[in-house]
C-alpha cells in the first residue's frame, strides 16, 4: 500500500521561510518523480516543484528563485524549502508520485498525500 505523508506546514510570517517534508512508502521510491502542488481556497491544485526520478529539478514560475527541493533516495524523502513568503504562499501543500518523469499536471500523478496547511500572516 503506498502511504505518502506531508510534514512541516504550519503558520509562518511574511518574509519567512519554511521547510515541507515527503515521506513516501509501499513503491519504488527512486524510480518515481515526485512533486509538489499547492491548493487555496476556491483556487485551482497548482503544480509548485518536481523532482524527477534522475534527479532533475522544476520550479514554477510562482516560486522560482525562492524554492529548492532535493530528495534522499536511500530515506524516500523529499524535501522542499520555500523562502521570503508571502500570504500568496497561503495553501493546502500536496505531495504527489509519478512515475518517472515530472509533470505539472495533477492528472499524471498516481499518488498523493493528504497535504498540510501553510500559511502566511503577520
Known amino acids: 500500500q503506498v502511504q505518502i505523508v506531508e510534514s512541516g506546514g504550519g503558520l509562518v510570517q511574511p518574509g519567512g521561510s519554511l521547510r515541507l517534508s515527503c515521506a513516501v512508502s509501499?513503491?519504488?521510491?527512486?524510480?518515481?518523480?515526485i512533486g509538489w502542488f499547492r491548493q487555496a481556497p476556491g483556487k485551482e491544485r497548482d503544480w509548485v516543484s518536481c523532482?524527477?526520478?534522475?534527479?532533475?529539478?522544476y520550479h514554477s514560475d510562482s516560486v522560482y528563485g525562492r524554492s529548492t527541493i532535493f530528495r534522499d533516495n536511500a530515506l524516500n524523502t523529499v524535501t522542499l524549502h520555500l523562502s521570503d513568503l508571502d500570504p500568496d504562499d497561503s495553501a493546502v501543500y500536496y505531495c504527489?508520485?509519478?512515475?518517472?518523469?515530472?509533470?505539472?499536471?495533477?492528472?499524471?500523478?498516481?499518488?498523493w498525500g493528504q497535504g498540510t496547511q501553510v500559511t502566511v500572516s503577520s
Open positions: 523532482i524527477s526520478s534522475d534527479g532533475t529539478i
Open positions: 509501499g513503491l519504488a521510491f527512486r524510480d518515481y518523480a
Open positions: 504527489a508520485a509519478d512515475m518517472g518523469l515530472c509533470s505539472k499536471y495533477t492528472q499524471d500523478f498516481d499518488y
